[in-house]
């Protein structure tokens, strides 16, 4: 699974990033504890050294180790936090001058004795030298080309020098080459597989959290992601629902080959949910034909209902907000229906599958019901999605009666003032007998819009 | 008693300060004139340690009142007054610009100052002594962000009901904040997102990360504004707009309340209605005076 193909190129980069980030962090730390190390090191091997030269003592052998080792060390690990510089600049620093760094310690009386013919002092300083060595490839773990770079600069300053002092005696010789080689290629093999582990850990949680965005959207993603679910707890916004439903599905799906009729939804499904996307709507559920669908109330705002002096300031913005927002909405079921005509002329499907929906406005609560050990849900409640549900109902019944073939969309009656539609909408009078919407009696008037299938619009166009 | 309380608490600070800070002069005898020297030189030191650390303790007094949430502007409110400990203090050592502009330069003592008036965040920001910053336990500033001299981060905001609003400010790492720009309780400002000269972000409002917000553009309240989004110079955003991301607003547009601008085609179609609307106004105003004009010159 090549999980890097799978996720934008900018998502990559900021990957990319975070483990760079890692790697600087990672370094500068090794750094501080080897400037702590080597400063003192100098108290502990004064006795070592000093039996091969009497005149050291453990000012003679800590000072330098201060002045060379630890404060570049330090100085070193100081500059790796410049965030001004670009993390290739200070990863190539670390890899390259920690090394030189590191000769310097040996320069400090052990490769001078050395020369003078104390080869055998190195065996003491031999397992701190390849421990060193090893802890930085495998705690900093950087990215390979910068191992190399790490190996290549330890190589030259560090190995070379020492085998031409140690050339003399042979076992010491292969000792430090066997040595040098078996653990080098152990960590670096180490530290590739770490990097890789780290590189591999935050792809897939790139690529958990876009499966995830594809699923829950990007709001609810976003607050699992942050673990600020609580956040849409108990959110109330004025937000718009629109209920949109298959009229006819049951005797579609009875007249239908099985086959055909799930290829069909499928690509329903695909069409509704990509149209929704591209609006900005957001599908809070789907069950079998039928869609409930939120506009501006998934989307990021601000609580601003303590402060009663902007509660003017704010009726305007909702209003202005909602006359937006139905605008979109209904552009939307526009393309939706038109989209969906095309979808069954493909399939050659008969006049009788329509869609029918309902476009109702209002404050919405958000909430995270159901048990946190089984299954939870992001539920909304609110009055806006009971008279969306049921005036999505009652387009069955103004269905059969004004457009028996083709979809139509009805808008709650609080969205007529905001929209001025009167122009585009028509008026269906609900009479003395007639049916009413179901719980809304007091609904004397609603306001659709009608859509006639393609081969109609055709044949009409044709005449 | 209510007026009292800032005489009370100015008293403790100065006096304890001066106190703390001759004590060297005043109880050790010198015996050499380099002695006295030294023990000159340690008086401002002692001084300004000695000022931070009594009026940041005092203050310490009143952190249970730097809360988010809408208070009465009461003096025996029980979060007002504990604000109002809390306030004199910060406001002893923010006004003592000597002081607070040694405390803010020297990165131990900064990190002091801030520990000792609640901050919990890292230090490593850049802050001027005329950036005007209180109630730092609600204050989020993130490493390496760049609060400009005489901007205001206003973490909270008197209404004229009567009630004193309090919210956090955040401003995340890179962020940066112009000279002369004001932000309002409940801001927050994403990494390297950039607010510009004399900008102002109302209450509650979101810059997300990378958005640049150019000289002196007014972002209303509750508005949020996209990753990546840029907003051109002297334009306004309306209340509770949200503006999606890597969008580019023209300098001087008008972006009224409550609208969702979610894609660039959105945003030229608005804007060049914007401009359309203001071209008609234009012209119906010049068709009048052209009536004037013509029945002056008959008349």
């Known amino acids: 699974m090549n999980l890097k193909h799978k996720l934008r190129e900018q998502d990559v980069h900021k990957i990319n990033n975070g483990i760079n980030q890692g790697i600087v962090d990672r370094a500068s730390d090794a750094l501080w504890v080897m400037a702590l190390l080597f400063s003192v090191y100098g108290l502990m091997s004064t006795g070592i050294i000093s039996k091969y030269d009497s005149s050291v003592t453990m000012w003679s052998n800590t000072w330098p180790r201060i002045l060379f080792n630890g404060i570049p060390f330090a100085v ?39 020369m003078e013919g104390h080869t055998e002092l190195y065996k003491y300083f031999h397992a701190a030298n390849m421990f060193v060595i090893t802890f930085g490839f495998i705690f900093v773990a950087p990215s390979p080309h910068f191992m190399l770079v790490h190996v290549a600069s330890y190589t030259i300053f560090f190995l070379v020098p020492l085998l031409f002092i140690v050339q003399g005696d042979r076992n010491l010789y292969l000792m430090i080459v066997n040595d040098y080689l078996c653990m080098t290629i152990g960590a670096c093999f180490a530290g590739r597989l770490t990097y890789r582990l780290r590189r591999k850990v935050s792809l897939m949680d790139a690529q958990i959290k876009s499966d995830l965005t594809s699923i829950v959207g990007v709001t609810v993603a976003s607050a699992i992601y942050n673990d600020s679910l609580e956040r849409l707890n108990d959110k109330k916004a004025f937000g718009l629902i629109l209920s949109m439903d298959l009229r006819g599905y049951t005797r579609f799906l009875h007249s239908i080959p099985k086959e055909i009729s799930s290829s069909f939804m499928r690509e329903y499904h695909f069409m509704v949910s990509t149209t929704v996307g591209k609006f900005n709507g957001f599908i809070h559920k789907t069950a079998g034909d039928s869609h409930l669908v939120s ?23 909702e209003s202005r907000k909602v006359q937006f927002l139905a605008s979109k909405a209904t552009l939307m079921f526009e393309e939706i229906v038109d989209k969906f005509e095309k979808l069954k002329m493909h399939y050659d499907i008969s006049e009788y599958l329509k869609m029918g929906a309902a476009l109702a406005a209002g404050p919405i609560e958000i909430r995270i019901q159901g048990n946190k050990n089984y299954r939870q849900e992001v539920d909304i409640e609110g009055d806006a999605i ?22 139509l969309l009805i808008l709650s009656p609080e969205l007529i003032e905001d929209l001025q539609v009167e122009v585009s909408f028509h008026v269906w009078n609900i009479r003395e007998g007639d049916q009413f919407v179901r719980d809304y009696p007091q609904f004397k008037q609603v306001y659709y819009k009608a859509w006639l299938p393609m081969q109609i619009q055709s044949k009409k166009l044709v005449s | 008693m209510y007026n009292s309380l800032p005489i009370f608490l100015n008293l403790v600070i100065w006096s304890g300060s001066f106190l703390i800070a001759l004590t060297p002069v005043l109880v050790f005898q010198p015996n050499s004139l380099l002695q006295s020297y030294f023990y ?9 340690l000695s000022f931070i650390g009594l009026a940041g303790g005092l203050s310490r007094l009143g952190r249970r009142g730097i809360i988010r949430g809408t208070f009465p502007r009461q003096p025996f409110h029980p979060i007002y007054l504990l604000r109002r400990i809390y306030g004199v203090c910060w406001t002893q050592v923010y006004y003592f610009k000597p002081l607070y502009s040694v405390a803010l330069s020297i990165p131990l003592l900064k990190k002091l100052l801030f520990r000792v008036f609640g901050y ?40 004229s009901d009567g009630n004193i609003l309090v919210d956090s400010v955040e401003v995340e790492e890179k962020g940066l904040i112009g000279h002369l720009a004001v932000l309002a309780p409940g801001a927050k400002i994403g990494k390297k997102a950039e607010v510009g000269v ?45 503006l999606g991301p890597h969008l580019n607003i023209p300098a001087g547009a008008n ?40 029945y002056e010159f008959k008349a």
């Open chain 1, 76 to 114: 070193l690990a100081w500059l790796l936090k410049r965030q001004s510089w670009s993390y290739a600049l200070r990863i190539s620093l670390w890899a390259g001058v920690q090394p030189i760094i590191f000769v310097f310690a040996c320069c400090i009386y052990v490769w001078p004795l050395m």
């Open chain 1, 295 to 317: 506009f501006g109330l998934m989307d990021e705002s601000a609580d601003l209902s303590d402060i009663s002096e902007l509660q003017g300031e704010v009726a305007e913005a």
């Open chain 1, 386 to 407: 009971v008279r969306s549900m049921r005036l999505e109902s009652y387009t069955k019944l103004l269905i059969n009666r004004i457009n028996p073939v083709g979809s």
């Open chain 2, 40 to 48: 000159f030189a340690v008086v401002p030191v002692l001084f300004i």
């Open chain 2, 120 to 159: 919990k965040y890292s230090t490593n920001f850049v802050v001027y002594p005329d950036t005007w910053i209180r109630d730092l336990p609600v204050l989020k500033i993130g490493e390496g962000a760049y609060l400009s001299n005489r901007a205001t981060i206003g973490t909270n905001i008197c209404l």
């Open chain 2, 198 to 242: 004399s900008a102002t972000i109302a209450i509650r409002t979101t810059l997300k990360e990378n958005s640049k917000i150019h000289p002196c553009c007014m972002i209303n309240h509750g508005a949020v504004v996209g990753e990546g989004t840029k907003i051109g110079t002297m334009s306004y955003v309306g209340v509770k707009t949200i």
């Open chain 2, 255 to 294: 972006i009224p309340a409550g609208m969702v601008l979610m894609k660039q085609e959105e945003v030229n179609q608005y804007y060049s209605s914007e401009t359309q609307s203001i071209k008609e106004h234009i012209a119906a105003i010049s068709e009048k005076f052209r009536g004037v004009a013509d």
